[in-house]
């Protein structure tokens, strides 16, 4: 595989030029206007939750790279971050917000993970779906419900940012879905509205964990875990 072979994955992009796709690429100024205001919210809340404020900078400046070079292996740097995110972000959620150890919190990420993969494997084994390539982004739509509702009664505040989430979720899915689809009517495609609302995600997700309560291991240790 050559892993700089330019690609073409979204309707605004028209051929193999730096800014071929400027509203994808300056859209991503979301995600780390996000970061930075979660990165202030956050001093003296714990390393663990700026180093997630730091990854969505991350993922905003991965996207980034990859909608001006539009290459494989840019593609892979950007789902990388995004997914790196999702796994420390549920790693934490566990710990924070559930009273988890480490190594709890761990394996429970790692069961995800495996799950995960099912999924993304039987998904290669059927026919294609029409989803633009988003099935991939279903099991983390799934796991932010379950966060959701496991933590709807310990810790209400959180759960309802973690609702507010999944349901941007719902939409930005639609519109990273609805992208190729819809090129003859829109040429500009809706895939920015993936990027803004996913800011708005990643945003609600830490509001979550800013808003959650100690965790009853947190309180009985006297202090806020940090990573």
Same mark, same amino acid.
């Given at each position: 595989?050559?892993?700089?072979?330019p690609i073409?994955?979204?309707?605004?992009?028209?051929?193999?030029?730096?800014w071929?796709?400027?509203l994808?690429a300056?859209?991503?100024?979301?995600?780390?206007?996000?970061?930075? *205001? @979660? /990165?202030?919210?956050?001093r003296? $809340?714990?390393?663990?939750l700026?180093?997630?404020?730091g !990854?969505?900078f &991350?993922? #905003?400046?991965?996207?980034?790279v990859?909608?001006?070079?539009a290459?494989?292996?840019?593609a892979?740097?950007?789902?990388a971050?995004?997914?790196?995110?999702?796994?420390?972000?549920?790693?934490?959620?566990?710990?924070?917000l559930q009273?988890?150890?480490?190594?709890?919190?761990?394996a429970?990420t790692?069961?995800?993970?495996?799950?995960?993969?099912?999924?993304?494997?039987?998904t290669?084994?059927?026919p294609?779906?029409?989803?633009n390539g988003?099935?991939?982004?279903l099991?983390?739509?799934?796991? *932010? @419900? /379950?966060?959701?509702?496991?933590? $709807?009664q310990a810790?209400?505040?959180?759960?309802?940012? !973690?609702?507010? &989430?999944? #349901?941007?979720?719902?939409?930005?899915?639609?519109?990273?879905?609805s992208?190729?689809?819809?090129c003859?009517?829109?040429?500009?495609?809706?895939h920015?509205?993936?990027?803004l609302?996913?800011a708005?995600?990643?945003?609600?997700?830490?509001?979550?964990?800013?808003?959650?309560?100690?965790?009853?291991r947190?309180?009985?240790?006297?202090?806020?875990p940090?990573?």
């Open positions: 595989m050559n892993w700089a072979e073409d994955l979204y309707c605004e992009r028209t051929d193999a030029s730096l071929s796709e400027p994808n300056v859209s991503n100024l979301g995600f780390l206007l996000v970061a930075a *205001l @979660l /990165w202030q919210r956050s003296g $809340r714990g390393r663990d700026q180093g997630l404020s !990854l969505i &991350a993922i #905003g400046a991965g996207s980034l990859f909608h001006t070079l290459t494989r292996w840019a892979l740097l950007d789902i971050f995004i997914a790196l995110f999702v796994l420390v972000f549920h790693q934490r959620l566990q710990v924070r009273g988890a150890g480490n190594a709890r919190a761990g429970g790692a069961v995800f993970v495996a799950l995960a993969a099912v999924f993304v494997g039987a290669r084994a059927l294609p779906l029409p989803l988003s099935e991939i982004y099991p983390p739509f799934v796991l *932010l @419900l /379950w966060c959701a509702v496991a933590t $709807r810790q209400p505040a959180a759960a309802r940012w !973690l609702a507010k &989430a999944a #349901g941007l979720f719902v939409l930005s899915l639609a519109c990273r879905a992208d190729t689809l819809l003859g009517l829109w040429p500009a495609g809706t920015v509205g993936w990027h609302l996913n708005a995600v990643l945003y609600c997700c830490m509001q979550a964990l800013l808003a959650g309560l100690p965790a009853p947190a309180q009985a240790a006297g202090r806020t940090r990573a």
